[in-house]
């Protein structure tokens, strides 16, 4: 259920750019991408792709239909160096990059790929560590409320009264003099 293809003439930066459109995706959804898609890279991954469904037919007796691109690499491989001539006898350097392409299927279950034991466990473990910190995350929060409440509650207590105006001062102690003599 694998395919690899050594030194293939296409830059790994061009190469890649295709092979994330169908990274995880089922053989037919990915065989329609590629054969939609107006790439050099499409046409090599394509053929690629092919090559990795008749391995999974003939050696391992799999339903093509049923398998999912379980993992698709492109690494850089070595690269031809040519070069332009310049003036004065200089010549400026090109590099042709080549790439390797590692293909292979899997056979998808209900909730996707299959999983061995091991990556099982990793997932439960990084399931049971996320959860730990978003309740330690939560419990500092909910703590940092209380506090803030209770500043902010003591700062109600000490608040002062409202600045009265001198003006006002005048007025309402002129008003208070007359009312006193009026009532005298």
Do not use: C
Not at 123 to 143: A, H, L, P
């Amino acid at each position: 259920m694998k395919a690899h293809l050594k030194s293939t003439r296409i830059a790994p930066k061009k190469a890649n750019l295709i092979a994330k459109m169908i990274r995880g995706k089922s053989v037919s959804e990915a065989l329609e991408i590629l054969e939609s898609t107006n790439k050099n890279a499409a046409r090599i991954l394509e053929r690629l792709l092919r090559s990795a469904m008749a391995n999974a037919q003939n050696n391992d007796n799999q339903n093509p239909d049923e398998l999912v691109i379980k993992s698709l690499i492109v690494n850089q491989a070595q690269a031809y160096h040519r070069g332009i001539p310049m003036a004065r006898g200089r010549v400026r350097s090109i590099r042709k990059f080549l790439s390797h392409i590692s293909l292979t299927l899997g056979v998808a279950d209900k909730k996707g790929i299959k999983e061995t034991k091991g990556t099982k466990e990793k997932k439960e473990k990084k399931e049971k560590d996320s959860s730990q910190k978003i309740k330690n995350k939560v419990k500092k929060d909910s703590s940092k409320s209380k506090t803030d409440t209770e500043k902010g509650s003591s700062k109600k207590k000490t608040t002062s009264s409202p600045k009265v105006s001198a003006k006002s001062k005048k007025s309402s102690d002129s008003s208070d003099s007359s009312v006193s003599s009026a009532s005298s």
